[in-house]
């Protein structure tokens, strides 16, 4: 019982920091990612389609994608979706090729970045935090139905706090790659 209610609330919690890499992959460094496009929809013959899936992407130099389409009529399409995604980003191409050159960042949106990832990595902690109060419920539950003695849900509930003090660490050392990456020119 204690031990699965420490595993619920591990797997909580290793869901809070998946969702937060998912999420920090997606703002914008100086540096080219295709993490950056995963959002964008290409309209192929009337369907919303994701960019991956008309054509290759990849990422030949440090502030360049290029998108090779499968078909030669979506160009268009493509630089249109990607210029509705609204991700600060301008395509051109050659007829063969989509290019996105991405700009290197002023010190003033970098600076903006770092608060929109400290923001997310509070968010994040307050998912694990909310792991930890509904570990700690669960514990309560179990005295209160007398399946547990008073010892074992204090011991319990120090090793969630523990469980807790770790994960909000990941987080911290998550977020000071992320933002280190955002700062450097």
Sequence with gaps: ????????AGAAMDKAIEALKRDLGKVRTGRASLSLLEDVR????????PLNQVGTLAVPEPRLITIQPWEKQLIPEIEKA??????????????????IAIPALTEERRKEMVKVIKRMGEDC??????????????LKNL?????ITEDEQKRTEKDIQDLTDRYVKKVDDVLDVKEQEVMEI
């Design 143 to 147: 005295l209160k139905e007398k399946d």
């Design 1 to 8: 019982m204690l031990d699965e209610v420490k595993k619920k």
């Design 82 to 99: 990607i210029f509705k995604a609204d991700l600060g980003l301008n395509p051109s191409s050659d007829g063969q090729l989509v290019r």
């Design 42 to 49: 290409v309209d192929y013959y009337g369907t919303p389609t």
């Design 125 to 138: 902690k307050i998912a694990i935090r909310g792991a930890r109060r509904d570990a700690n419920d669960a």
